[in-house]
């Protein structure tokens, strides 16, 4: 219970930046044509994006016909309600990852400095904390410093380092971690991979290798592959995720610098159009700022609403 309060009064001091102005809205004014306007102008600039923005209004203004919704306050509820339920539509979404498997395989994609790296460390860190045991896969091996970030990573949250040197074959490092993680027993293999942008088709080739010897290495098993994308640039995240998911097939999306957006409408954005469950978002560069992400939590921090007892 602490931990929630912790999550949410985290989330709300973030998308406090933003909400404020959302939240303002609902109000003892009658409801018009003007505070339509506002709301969706007020969700782009957050973030949301448009073509979201545009369904969401849709299906409140429907909602306020049918319920004959007279005053913007009335809409409050309503509106967290419909926002629960789009992101709570995506199978997953909050949902911690299936570790279920010994070993099982999370393999983290993105661009360049998304934040791919500290992910694979704080995950490492938050699994360990539950019981599991973890090994880290250094399968960039294509940025030089790449290495020793992971291992310093692999000693903040105490998990074993598989590394190769640099510019080795990034699908053998793979091959090695999870052989490792055979022989020891160890619960989770994490596989960092390289930042590459996703018009690169060499680059793409290779992670696509690094999944093929994970399903290949793991036969029947379940394959987590996080996309991790960077909330403040996250707009450029659709065809990213697009191109990414033909080379290795995603299972979710970590959002990261959640800490360092002043617009939480990413989230809506991203879940909508990617229809990929969010399951994490990073709040900070320690190794404890990664948290699983809660819809409750988040769209209630984002209307002002108090916390809800049920999380
Ligand atoms: N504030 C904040 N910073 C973060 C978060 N996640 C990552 N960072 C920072 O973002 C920068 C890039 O992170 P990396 O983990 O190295 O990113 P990467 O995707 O591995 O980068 P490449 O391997 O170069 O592609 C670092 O300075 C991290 O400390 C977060 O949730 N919040
Ligand atoms: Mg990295």
């Not at 629960?84 to 393999?107: A, C, F, H, M, Q």
Request: hydrophobic fraction near 45%; include cysteine; charge should be negative.
């Amino acid at each position: 219970m602490a931990l929630l309060g912790n999550v949410f009064s985290k989330l709300r001091s973030v998308v406090n930046k933003w909400s404020q102005g959302v939240s303002n809205l609902f109000s003892d004014s009658p409801l018009t044509d003007g505070f339509w306007e506002e709301l969706e102008e007020r969700m782009l600039l957050g973030d949301v994006g448009i073509e979201t923005a545009e369904e969401l209004i849709a299906d409140l203004r429907q909602i306020a016909v049918d319920r004959r919704i007279a005053h913007t306050g009335e809409l409050r509820g309503v509106f967290a309600e419909t926002l629960v339920k789009r992101l709570e539509d995506i199978p997953g979404t909050g949902r911690p990852i299936d570790v279920s498997d010994r070993p099982s395989v999370v393999t983290l994609v993105g661009v360049n400095g998304s934040g791919k790296t500290t992910t694979a460390g704080k995950l490492a860190s938050r699994l360990i904390r539950e019981g599991k045991t973890v090994i880290l896969a250094a399968a960039d091996t294509y940025r030089a410093a790449a290495i020793e970030q992971l291992n310093a990573w692999g000693e903040r949250a105490s998990a074993r380092v598989i590394a190769h040197a640099h510019g080795s074959d990034s699908a053998a490092v793979a091959f090695d971690a999870i052989a490792a993680a055979k022989a020891s027993g160890a619960d989770v293999v994490i596989v960092d991979t390289a930042g590459r942008l996703h018009t690169k088709s060499n680059l793409m080739d290779e992670l696509a290798k690094v999944g093929r010897v994970a399903s290949r290495e793991v036969p029947g098993g379940i394959l987590e592959t996080l996309l991790v994308l960077d909330s403040v640039t996250g707009q450029n995240g659709f065809t990213q995720a697009d191109i990414f998911n033909k080379s290795i097939p995603l299972s979710g999306v970590v959002l990261t610098k959640f800490d360092n957006t002043a617009k939480g409408g990413i989230v809506l954005s991203i879940s909508q159009r990617l229809r990929l469950p969010i399951r994490y978002i990073g709040l900070g560069e320690g190794v404890a700022d990664l948290e699983l992400f809660s819809c409750r939590d988040f769209v209630h921090a984002l209307l002002g609403m108090e916390r809800a007892n049920d999380g």
